[in-house]
């Protein structure tokens, strides 16, 4: 699993062409934002998957519902193999107003 920290959209672009040509496909790679409409904007933009229930499962995903946007973002994280150190880290990042991508195989 591979993790990095961007700026903005189009960075976030250049990487995940990146690693499409490395061999993952546009399914293996999460974008986080901490606004959830700014995370839905990029990744359809990007064509980079989001954290669902396939992920999470059903009551997980319920729960979210009610959380606030930085414990679901943790739980979204862990839930496709980040520790829970990783989760902590990139949310704190995601705060700062960067991006957190994720390829995941």
């Given at each position: 699993?591979?993790?990095?920290?961007?700026?903005?959209?189009v960075q976030a672009k250049k990487k995940i062409e990146e690693l499409v040509a490395q061999g993952y496909t546009h399914d293996e790679v999460y974008v986080f934002a901490h606004s959830e409409d700014r995370e839905d904007k990029i990744s359809d933009a990007l064509d980079s998957e989001q954290v669902g229930m396939a992920e999470m499962g059903f009551l997980d995903t319920m729960k979210n519902m009610f959380t606030s946007r930085g414990d679901t973002l943790r739980a979204q994280m862990e839930s496709i193999g980040l520790s829970k150190a990783e989760a902590?880290?990139?949310e704190s990042e995601l705060d700062?107003?960067?991006?957190?991508?994720?390829?995941?195989k």
């Open positions: 699993m591979d993790k990095f920290f961007l700026e903005n959209a902590e880290e990139g700062k107003g960067r991006l957190l991508l994720v390829a995941k």
